[in-house]
């Protein structure tokens, strides 16, 4: 019985984590719209916090939130979120503001490529 009352205390604790903040990212994926090159940039954060999928998905939807988001995916095992973004709509402080308002927390500072 033991036993019993650990394993489900470790699948409520697992189902938490892993549907907390899901969302379905592909009905993002046919909204947005082709970016210039030229406005086109590309960021990695470093970020703590995260455990499992569920953490990546809470991530991925908060950035989705903001304009101008090309693709955005975070790793939990890297503890990173790499997003591509239009520039002319949005910058790397508010995709920092995104991820922390989802729990999360960005350390150092944002490495750039274009």
Do not use: W
């Amino acid at each position: 019985m033991r036993l019993f009352a650990i394993i489900a205390l470790l699948t409520i604790l697992g189902t938490g984590c892993s549907s907390s903040g899901s969302k379905n990212s592909g009905s993002e994926a046919s909204d947005q719209v082709s970016i210039s090159k030229e406005h086109l940039s590309h960021v990695h954060l470093d970020v703590s916090g995260m455990t499992c999928e569920g953490c990546e998905n809470a991530i991925v939807a908060s950035i989705n939130k903001l304009d101008g988001i090309q693709e955005a995916t975070a790793s939990h095992t890297n503890e990173e979120a790499v997003v591509v973004f239009d520039s002319t709509k949005t910058n790397s402080h508010a995709i920092t503001h995104a991820i922390e308002d989802a729990g999360y927390s960005v350390k150092g500072e944002a490495a750039h490529a274009h």
